[in-house]
């Protein structure tokens, strides 16, 4: 089946008690089971949910994964594939990662004795000469946040498997309608559900996702054991958000791209991050790995003093973290959702913008950061 279809129906088959079309809400802690280790395949909640088994199902087969682990949010699916290394081994990760990422690694584990190091995206070319006996893990967002930065996947897979390594890719920016990180020799593909999977801003919760059995096994033990699951009600809102993924997404890469087009030609606009433009440096690796190039984009101005007039003047774009919902938000990075990354050498740049391009009316939008992007010359 298309994936569309399967965004629809995966998972969620009308339920076999009433015929309800839609996945019931399954809010209890424990289910009463027949006789001593005899039951229906749930015992206890946090090990297992059937609103959470639809949504593993669906988004796995959104993610062409055999094996799909739902967690409480993005940074709880995170911890718990940190947990697949040990103090001592190295784990390499893209600089240009999440903020929450960032301060996890750096203020949680590396005092426990974890070894990160942080490569520039275009060091991925180089990837091989980067890795050695002790990296265990290789962490990569593409398109990445917030600067938009593109990487190989199928490239970074094969010098990950040489070096005995697991490949992550963080696709929550892309989504699995846009790509798919397993097909391209990914080990596990990592999302926050609470983005575009969700889409409607009501929701926090994380995925993960593997073709290898033996890190399913794992996973699934660790899910279990470290408790970060989401809710019957959270899977729920997730698995509604799927069954529009697709006609979001459409909407979403239209506006973006229309967007991303006009601020090139606005003098106080100094660059556009955005892997749909020609110039982007990852332009030709996006269009060979991605359907089309997402909602997101990144911009500077010519100061932060300008950044940070700019997103308190918009009106629809609304100024607030998080991204992917269907209404436009806008943020400024360094102060923002990236603040952790501060001391970094890969610091958000502090001139930085980013967008979070929704589903309203093109015109609006772009009306609306039209006013916002005036002159300050002008607006005195």
């Not at 750096?106 to 991925?124: C, N």
């Not at 926050?192 to 096994?217: C, M, Q, R, W």
Request: negative net charge.
């Amino acid at each position: 089946m298309d994936f569309e279809t399967r965004a629809i129906h995966d998972g969620q088959e009308p339920d076999p008690a009433t015929g309800a079309i839609i996945t019931p809400i399954y809010q209890t802690s424990t289910f009463v089971q027949e006789a001593v280790g005899k039951h229906k395949g749930y015992d206890y909640a946090r090990v297992a949910n059937p609103t959470r088994t639809a949504l593993q199902t669906a988004l796995a087969s959104l993610e062409n994964a055999d094996h799909g682990i739902a967690f409480s949010s993005g940074l709880g699916a995170t911890t718990t594939l940190m947990h697949l290394v040990d103090p001592g081994d190295r784990v390499v990760l893209i600089a240009d990662v999440y903020g929450g990422v960032y301060r996890m690694t750096s203020q949680v584990y590396e005092p426990k004795g974890y070894v990160f190091d942080y490569l520039p995206a275009a060091e991925f070319a180089n990837l091989a000469g980067h890795l050695d006996e002790r990296t265990r893990l290789v962490w990569i967002e593409t398109p990445s946040n917030p600067l938009l930065n593109v990487v190989d996947i199928a490239a970074a897979a094969d010098a990950t498997k040489a070096a005995g390594a697991i490949l992550v890719v963080d696709n929550t920016f892309a989504t699995p309608y846009l790509q798919n990180p397993l097909d391209l020799g990914a080990d596990i593909v990592v999302h926050s559900t609470t983005k575009y999977l969700g889409g409607h801003s009501d929701v926090v919760g994380g995925f993960a996702g593997t073709n290898d059995p033996t890190i399913a096994e794992r996973l699934f033990f660790l899910q279990k054991s470290l408790g970060a699951v989401p809710g019957p009600f959270d899977s729920w809102l997730v698995l509604r958000g799927l069954k529009t993924l697709a006609l979001r997404m459409q909407r979403h890469c239209e506006n973006a791209r229309a967007i991303a087009a006009w601020l090139e030609e606005q003098q106080t606009v100094t660059q556009v991050l955005y892997p749909g433009l020609p110039d982007h440096p990852g332009h030709e690796i996006a269009k060979r790995q991605m359907r089309d190039f997402g909602g997101m984009i990144s911009f500077l101005t010519e100061t932060e003093e300008e950044a940070v007039g700019l997103v308190a003047r918009t009106k629809i774009f609304q100024l607030a973290e998080s991204l992917g919902g269907v209404e436009s938000l806008i943020e400024h990075p360094a102060r923002m959702t990236h603040a952790s990354t501060a001391e970094a050498p890969f610091a958000a740049p502090r001139n930085l913008v980013r967008l979070s391009v929704g589903i309203e009316s093109l015109d609006d939008l772009i009306n609306d950061l039209a006013a916002a992007l005036v002159p300050a010359a002008v607006r005195t």
